[in-house]
């Protein structure tokens, strides 16, 4: 995907690919108004909690995990607490922009489940001797934005 012809013409020549990894934390989120309760496994970063987070159908098991050493990750910055608060805000809106709640006082509740890195995979292109990057999620395989970028760019300055 970082290799297209019309990739590189767009931001230059492709002089690097990478992995890299964002810490994320799990929580099982509980959704209740009433009598309508909803129960979801949501995942947020832990870096800025500005990225999107994950849903997951289940827990992943210990057989979709893989444990791996490296330096090429995001710093943890955001605590369970932190976390857990801006994932609750972002459900809060996400629930009322569907209508999901209409009526009454909603209640989100969550746990820690665990914590754990996703992969992403960073194309540094050069154009006119600047460095531009492009970050695709390695378990969806599709291009990241600007929040995720970001991440990775301080994250190169830091080294």
């Known amino acids: 995907m970082l290799r297209q012809p019309l990739r590189e013409l767009r931001y230059g020549r492709l002089r690097l690919v990478m992995d890299f990894y964002v810490p994320f934390q799990m929580f099982r989120l509980k959704l209740e108004n009433g009598k309508q309760t909803r129960e979801l496994l949501m995942a947020a970063d832990m870096v800025t909690g500005g990225l999107d987070p994950y849903q997951f159908p289940e827990a992943p098991a210990g057989g979709e995990l893989a444990r791996i050493d490296t330096v090429r990750c995001a710093p943890v910055l955001l605590g369970e607490t932190g976390s857990l608060k801006l994932l609750e805000a972002r459900m ?17 509740t969550g746990e820690l489940i665990s914590s754990f890195y996703l992969p992403y995979w960073i194309g540094v292109y050069e154009r006119n001797e600047q460095a531009g990057l492009e970050v695709i999620d390695a378990l969806r395989g599709r291009f990241e934005g600007a929040k995720l970028r970001e991440i990775v760019t301080e994250w190169f300055f830091q080294q």
């Open 92 to 108: 809060k809106r996400e629930a009322f922009q569907k209508g999901f709640f209409k009526l009454g006082e909603l209640k989100i």
